[in-house]
């Protein structure tokens, strides 16, 4: 496996992470468990993953998040509460991934997994904050249910083929950012139109 190949499956995961950090660590260990999965030798650190009480607890966790990542207004409590868990897991899963002979890739790997998992959970955070705006409840269910697929598919190609690892992580960032953007734009429409109805100077673009 080449270091682009690693970088690509670290870059990756952590993005995915910081949308889905339970379900992450329970699908991996999952098919680890059962050798759907195979890990090469360097990568032997996930193994931990696959340990019973490890999988139990990303069990319990990724079960309480699909169901509350449903609900309107406590699926972005939840991502509050997650705001430091899903940096701290992605930079961790990142760490788990790379060559633990080399103490510098080590530090990259922990700081930029850190830094992707906090963007795409902002990313994640941000877009729901706006889509509980809607009336509409099947909103929050279809979106959250969009997310679940995506990250249980994503993770598997990832794994099954490293060498396209490092596209799906460009995907994510480019995703990641839109979504930012997004929220960003639909936030200033919504303060805006709440300005113009209480009177108020609309803000400039």
Known sequence: MTIMEIIGIAGS?????????????????????FDVLPIPEHLASLG??????VMGIAAVGALAEFFADKVMWLDSAWDTIHTLVRPVGGALLALAIVDPSDPTMQVIAFLLGGGASLASHA?????????????????????STAED???????????EYPWVAGAI???LFALVAGLLIMARRMIKKIVGAVKGVSGEEPPSA
């Open 13 to 33: 995961v952590s993005l995915l992470a910081g949308w889905r950090l339970y379900l992450c660590v329970f699908a991996t260990g999952l098919a680890m468990r």
């Open 48 to 53: 931990v993953l696959e340990n019973p009480w």
């Open 123 to 143: 990313g994640k955070a941000s877009a729901r904050g706006v889509v509980n705006t809607s009336p509409e409840p099947v909103s929050n269910v279809v979106v």
């Open 149 to 159: 697929v995506a990250t249980a598919g994503l993770l598997y190609t990832t794994y």
């Open 169 to 171: 992580a460009l995907f």
